[in-house]
């Protein structure tokens, strides 16, 4: 059974930074693109970013220029490196395999900015 793994998220002040992994089990890991998604409390899922197959790199205008997104192919992991963080950003941070539609969730991580 694939799944995806998140791992990373917990409880940082304003300004600070974490990076998120999530690993995939799966073989044909590096013919999938790979998202990050978010929800924060009493909200709907929001997309944050995306990176293809061949590493072209995608973001939400909320996380641009604060986020970065990459992949190890050679790990099956994808990572999303996080600068700024603010309180907006709180939410549970989950992988998912697509760029713009997603088929496979793992369980997510969650993120908490608070002072």
């Known amino acids: 059974e694939v799944q995806l793994v998140e791992s990373g998220g917990g409880v940082v002040q304003p300004g600070g930074s974490l990076r998120l992994s999530c690993a995939a089990s799966?073989?044909?890991?590096?013919?999938?693109?790979m998202s990050w998604l978010r929800q924060a409390p009493g909200k709907g899922p929001e997309w944050v970013s995306a990176v293809g197959t061949g590493g072209s790199t995608y973001y939400a205008d909320s996380v641009k220029g604060r986020f970065t997104i990459s992949r190890e192919n050679s790990a099956n992991t994808v990572y999303l490196q996080m600068h700024s963080l603010q309180p907006g950003d709180t939410a549970l941070y989950y992988c998912a395999r697509g760029r713009f539609r997603w088929d496979l969730w793992g369980q997510g991580t969650q993120v908490t900015v608070s002072s």
């Open positions: 799966e073989l044909t890991f590096s013919d999938s693109g």
